[in-house]
């Protein structure tokens, strides 16, 4: 069967976008953004496309482009749309399949359905990425507990920032999960440093599967 993992995180903006063009990038695989909230920057999709060093064609296009930087619920109805579940079935993919949620496991995509609804449903295993900073021990305890509650598999932790021995451990610790990796903020931020930064701290055999 072909490998696919669900990236997610404990929150909005905390680099799981940059984690998964690296991820993409490292498996040699595909990328695909279900659900794309925003369109006047740089979309998720696109960031992929120059970091993670991908041949044409791997960066699957999103479901649903949506204009509005808010919750997807929330810019789906802006724009008049109204996201479906049976919409959002992972695509088939002749290689690895690395899938980025939107924002954290909790978010909207209507008025019936949450992002992690969709997890449960496809039982596709996560990596959760959490931030270093202040903060993260509860939003991501939070998180694990969530993900268990729904029997998802939880393949790891991936930490994004500054390393905080402290913190990690004790999530880890905590949460009995594997800690798979930190990756650093880059300056810059390119596809070869990003490349080296994830080859440096990953290890591509702990993300083989789930719990």
């Known amino acids: 069967m072909t490998k696919r993992i669900v990236v997610t995180g404990t929150d909005t903006g905390i680099g799981k ?57 929330r810019s789906a109805e802006i724009d008049g749309v109204s996201i479906e579940a049976a919409a959002l079935s992972p695509p088939a993919v002749p290689g690895p399949l690395v899938i980025e949620g939107a924002g954290g496991l909790m978010v909207p995509l209507n008025r019936r359905t949450k992002f992690i609804d969709i997890f449960a449903q496809w039982r596709v295993p996560v990596i ?37 021995a402290d913190t990690q451990r004790t999530i880890a610790e905590f949460g009995e999960v594997r800690q798979l990796g930190r990756l650093p903020h880059l300056d810059p931020l390119t596809g070869e440093t990003l490349r080296d930064a994830m080859v440096a701290a990953f290890d591509l055999g702990s993300m083989a599967g789930g719990e």
């Open 17 to 73: 976008t940059v984690f998964s063009a690296g991820l993409a990038g490292l498996l040699d695989g595909f990328y695909w953004k279900p659900v794309q909230s925003g369109l006047d920057d740089e979309t998720d999709s696109e960031v992929v496309a120059r970091l993670a060093g991908l041949p044409s064609g791997r960066v699957l296009p999103e479901a649903y482009r949506l204009q509005s930087p808010l919750s997807p619920h």
């Open 128 to 164: 959760l990425c959490a931030r270093t900073t202040l903060g993260t021990i509860n939003h991501t305890l939070l998180s694990i507990e969530a993900l268990r509650a729904r029997s998802i598999p939880l393949i790891g932790i991936a930490f994004i920032g500054e390393e905080v």
